[in-house]
């Protein structure tokens, strides 16, 4: 029997199942699929986790069931291309095709103190320890979030709802809330922090982090418990793989989301280098041209010559359980609205892979 490996079970490979199983997947093959963790995370909703507004169980989904399906939980410790082995710990697993879809972590453009005193909502894992110890914050207790993306909006609105005796401040680096889009998103997110007592701090250019302080430039400000959602980058051990990289370390995929010199080895997701901002969404445009051109290649057909253009509709976003924004189709929705269409894809998603 030939082996399609899955690194990782995010949104990307979660796809790629949904279209292979049960009748696409040759005869001749099983699908295995290695992950740390025994079910899908929401990585989406990560920040929901760790503000204590969503529980554990509410951000996870079970894995697909299938006979042909082999599971293997565990950290993953090599990645040999040349022998197409996989390792993780002691146990091997050989590939046919190989599907990296193993996602991010934190990327703290080498701000001194960075990693050893701030908190991550990246993992389940970490965003659960986030979770745990702000709720042991006491009233009037101060939290820094430094960057001021989807993810830090989502968590400092969050957090505001789940603990309303909390100062909250956002270290946005631009001068104006999601600067890349229309002023109008901008002003309603800015607007809402206002209204609910959330410091937003602009032009934010943090320097150094040290136990409960944050230097923003030659200032000094003293928290309680500091959260970083400034940035991401593939994790470690793709980015040690003998393969180019990009400038932000994602890997240097072909049309055909093929690494150039191992055309059996597809890149998905967050590592793959590609013109567009890692997103769930972009990860499953890619897996769907991913099972595409696996397709073609077991059925022994020419792959196209031009691949088709990935389009991202948007994205949308949280403030709390009832507002929201999003920019779909060069078009700002905000309010009630937006976070019932939050909602609505959230539920449909975990309908369908549930």
């Known amino acids: 029997m030939k082996n399609l490996v899955l690194l990782g079970g995010g949104y990307g490979n979660m796809r790629i199942l949904s279209k292979i199983l049960p009748d696409a997947l040759p005869s ?40 042909r399906i082999n599971t293997v939980y565990g950290e993953i410790t090599d990645i040999d291309l040349d022998h197409q082995i996989i390792s993780v710990g002691q146990t091997r697993v050989d590939y046919d095709e190989l599907v990296i879809g193993l996602g991010c972590e934190d990327k703290y453009h080498n701000v001194p103190g960075a990693k050893e005193y701030t908190y991550s909502i990246q993992t389940l894992a970490s965003a659960r320890k986030t979770y745990h110890d702000i709720s042991e914050l006491p009233s009037n207790a101060q939290v820094g979030i430094v960057g001021a993306g989807l993810s830090g909006i989502e968590l400092a609105s969050a957090l505001r709802e789940s603990r309303s005796d909390l100062e909250i401040f956002l270290y946005d680096r631009g001068d104006r809330i999601l600067n890349q889009f229309p002023e109008k998103l901008s002003n309603y997110v800015k607007k809402w922090f206002d209204k609910n007592n959330v410091t937003v701090v602009p032009n934010s250019d943090i320097v150094k982090v040290e136990p409960g302080i944050l230097y923003n ?31 932000s370390n994602r890997v240097m995929v072909n049309q055909y989301h093929q690494v150039p010199t191992y055309t059996n080895v597809y890149v998905v997701g967050d590592c793959a280098n590609l013109p567009h901002a890692p997103s769930a969404q972009l990860a499953e445009e890619q897996a769907d041209q991913i099972v595409m051109v696996l397709k073609k290649q077991w059925q022994n057909e020419p792959l196209p010559e031009k691949m088709p253009e990935i389009k991202i509709q948007g994205f949308l976003g949280s403030l709390g359980e009832k507002n929201g924004f999003a920019y779909l189709m060069d078009t700002t929705v905000t309010g009630r609205l937006a976070s019932l269409l939050k909602s609505g894809v959230l539920w449909l998603y975990k309908h369908h892979n549930g």
Do not use: C
């Not at 295995?32 to 969503?54: N, V």
């Not at 003293?222 to 990009?246: C, F, K, M, N, Y």
């Open 217 to 247: 430039k030659e200032t000094k400000n003293e928290h309680d418990l500091i959260v970083w959602t400034a940035g991401i980058q593939p994790v470690e051990i793709v980015r040690q793989l003998p393969i180019d990289l990009s400038r």
């Open 28 to 67: 001749d093959y099983n699908v295995t699929l290695i992950d740390r963790m025994p079910y899908h995370g929401l990585k989406t909703e990560f920040y929901a986790l760790a503000a204590g507004s969503k529980s554990d169980k509410e951000v996870r989904v079970k894995f697909p069931t299938d006979s």
